[in-house]
């Protein structure tokens, strides 16, 4: 698993990918900072949550970055063939599929558990409680987009396209208009968690209970990453 | 062992079948790509011969396991290989696409294939695989600054460095330059003489010739024959070849043609040109200077109308 590993934190680290998701983990902090100028000590009102945690961080950088990639972690390898190296191998799907996840994890989740935890702790004025939750709710989406993601790498080649489709009309526009898609938009768990470990970030808007959102993110996570192996499994690997 | 000694060797239909492939057909929505195929391949060399787009990829890619038949069944060594992946322990496979990472050395690469395959002593395996491709020099390079030959060189390292049993290569010579190529042939028939499985693929004739025992013909997603090498290349031979002879006076000379014994038909085109039908070429070749002096005619261009592999295959299957 650890040659896998290894491999897909390499395919995933190129120098243009890394270098926008750099930039787009530096705007949430940008936006802490900005508040932090203007409004001194002042703790960040429901607006600043809305706009730069909820709106900025969960609803577009992280979905658009878990996107770019955990689709590529198998996309990539089936556009240029390299796939066929891995599953020639005596190893189980599920020992190729779990450290592709890992490895876009590893990369995707460090530029915006960072980013979550950075933004969060100037904005708050240094409150470890705020930050250590909203850093931990980024951690729950990241792992939860990239599972979709991944699937949806190993389905089409079009992943990028589907993929956007999905983060601004199901997450964006329907999860935010249409109560009951709350149930089952991964952004709105990532909200409920944060909501759920320090109550006082996210206090306006309905939120689905703590445990609701926790038992559906790891329904989630398990459902997906076993289609994954599923499809790796049934697919005609070019 | 001289290399036609070992084929003779090789050639042993009472050693049991390493792959079999039982009545297997794949489609790909209205497109038959592989229809109703039979054959096995036992240990030695085995060509899987037919022009482009004939099928021999979607064949090999079932019988690795990369692709579902569609109907049908493909065993080797008795077991299925799709969702099978202990077997790939035993099976090494290059395809015909440059499946390598640009920015990873090619002793990494190499280094990885067989920590895939579970190699255990992992240096010393890698460091054999890639000086029988004689690429040592080269390995501690990124493979994105190799030549198409040294990357092909360096994927047979790779498909060969965990020992597996049988080796299964797509059009493995493309990109080869002739020096590579004689040195691919020397290796694979080097590994044949070791008992493994070998199943090439080629749209080259002469490149299956040098190599194979047995041969397996795909035409149109057919078997169109198979079977020892040398029977399929006489009955190659036996095919009537069409030749255009273009001359000044193709009435006089067609007339002499048609006397020969080894001329079955003569006809004058509707330019002009004579198109002699012979099973014998080279009798045609020796007697044609011959006639045209007799009868004065002036031959511009002589030319065959069908040696392409192409009408070689159709001939083979309208037999």
Redesign the interface.
Known sequence: MV??YK?TL??LSGRWRLLITLLLSALPVTMGVIWRLIEGDARPDHEFEDFALNGMLAASIIPLVSLAIASAAFSNEIE???L??????????WKIVVPKLLGALTVGGFFMVISAFVTSYIAYSGDMTTSLAVAAGAAVEVALYSSVFILVGLMTTKAIGFGLLYVFLWEGLFAGFVSGVRFLSIRHYSVTIVNGLDDRVFTEGEHLSFAVALVASAAVFVIFLALSIHRL??M??? | MSSSNSRAARSNSNVAPVIQVERVSRWFGNVVSVSDVSFEIRPGITGLLGPNGAGKTTLL?MI?????VSVGSISVFDQQVR?N?????R?G?M?E?E???Q??KGRDFVK??G????VSNIDAAADKAINLVDLAEASLRPMGTYSRGMRQRMRLA?TIVHEPDILILDEPLNGADPRQRVQFQKLLLQLADEDKTIVLSSHILEEVEQLADTVLLIVNGKLAASGDFHAIRAALDERPYHVRVLCDSPRDLASALVKLESVDAVYIDPDGAIVVLSRNVRDLQIELPRLAQATSARVRRVEPLDDSLESVFGYLVER
């Open positions: 040659f896998v491999l390499r395919q240029d063939r390299t066929a190296n891995l599953t020639l191998s005596p190893i189980p799907r499994r049934r005609d690997v070019p | 890619r690795t396991g990369l692709a579902e969702n992946p202990d077997i790939y322990s099976i496979v395809s696409h499946t390598v990472y920015f990873m990885m294939m920590q895939l395959r579970g790779a």
